[in-house]
């Protein structure tokens, strides 16, 4: 179905895409990281396009693959035009930099920070980049392959919480309800 955006990514973009391919209604271009923020924008702003809701931004460890070791993967769709397309950005293990896509799209955001958190993938010009899941004295990052299974990591004091403001002392048939 979004056999339209290769085709169109393709015609305007040329060397940056570097491959496509569409399998099982998967349709994925890999494109290059310096021209990432270009084609996002054309993705978000073509009007035959309109691949304005971001689903997701992840990471692959090709932990062994010779040239790049990562893949940034992006999940696109458009509600109006009904496409959906896979974007990847092969970065290497010596600098594994990718530029944010969180101005384009606000959503990327918590998922570009837990693509960093997890995989050590840093984005360039996002806002806030910082741990999401693990905490700040957190060590490594757990979802790369390389990570030892069994690595300890540094005991960490126990933090005063602040509380959320909620309502206080709910009834409880309100308890658990949205």
């Not at 040329?14 to 924008?41: N, P, Q, Y």
């Not at 460890?61 to 950005?89: C, E, M, N, P």
Request: with cysteine; aromatic share 8%; hydrophobic share 35%.
């Amino acid at each position: 179905m979004a056999q339209i955006v290769l085709d169109r990514l393709r015609r305007k973009f040329g060397d940056a895409i570097l491959e496509t391919h569409s399998e099982h209604g998967d349709d994925t271009a890999v494109v290059t990281r310096d021209k990432l923020v270009e084609i996002a924008l054309f993705l978000r702003d073509d009007p035959e396009l309109q691949l304005n809701s971001p689903v997701d931004c992840t990471a692959v460890d090709w932990q062994g693959r010779r040239d790049v070791r990562f893949d940034v993967v992006y999940h696109l769709t458009s509600i109006a035009k009904h496409h959906r397309v896979r974007i990847k950005v092969r970065v290497s293990e010596n600098d594994p930099t990718c530029p944010s896509l969180t101005p384009i799209w606000r959503g990327m955001n918590w998922h570009e920070r837990e693509t960093w958190d997890l995989y050590g993938i840093r984005f360039t010009g996002h806002p806030n980049l910082k741990r999401v899941l693990m905490y700040e004295e957190f060590v490594g990052h757990p979802l790369r392959k390389d990570y030892p299974i069994d690595k300890r990591q540094p005991l960490i004091q126990m933090r005063n919480v602040k509380m959320v403001p909620t309502q206080k002392n709910p009834p409880p048939d309100r308890i658990n309800q949205p």
